[in-house]
Each structure stands twice: as C-alpha cells, then as structure tokens.
C-alpha cells in the first residue's frame, strides 16, 4: 500500500522539524530568528517565523541526520508522475516513506515519519 499524499505541514510541525534539526529560535525586535548548533544564523522572518521547507534547508540540516535516503519517481497510475522519498535515522530501522507531487514536502513528510516512527 502506498502512503498517502499529505498537506502542507503546520507551522508547529514545521518549527518541530526545525528543532529536531537542531535548529533554535530566538524573539529579537519583534522578528523571528533561527540560529544552527553551533550559533550561526540560519534565518530571520517577521511575517514567516521559521525557516522556509525547501530543498536547501532539508539538505543542509535534515538530510544529513538520516543514515540513508532513496528518492524515486513513480507513476500513479494514471499518467501523473509523484515523488517517493524513503529515509532511515539508523541502519536497519524499519524506512519511512511518503509521496508528494514535490520533492521537498515528501522529503519533509517522510522526515516527519522518521521523528514520529514507532
């Protein structure tokens, strides 16, 4: 069974990645700011008050937490082409998957997965 195409995250799903990221934020004149482990700045939005989910922040602050990942475009069967993502934290964890039109929410979603596996 393939797993379901999900939504957009939610703002709090969205800073709860950013933190399992290591990411943290700060409230500083009213702007949100976003600082990595070691204190380098990431981000600071006053509208948008997390990092945005692209494929460069997955990249530089997700993707490099997992122990393998596998990407792959598959036809849904009638005709449209989706993106599968497969990840694992550890080697020999069970994979976590999900599908998105685009890569970076079913990067997110199966990320999500990996955070919230049983």
Known sequence: MKPPILNEPTEAQIKELWEWCGLQEEIYQESHVWYDSQGRWVYQGY????PPIDLNNLWRYAVPKLAWYSISIIDDGSGK????????LKAGDKPRTAINKDLAPALFWA???VIHGE
């Open 111 to 113: 990320i999500w997965e």
């Open 81 to 88: 082409m989706l993106v599968l993502v497969c990840v694992q």
């Open 47 to 50: 509208e948008l008050t997390y």
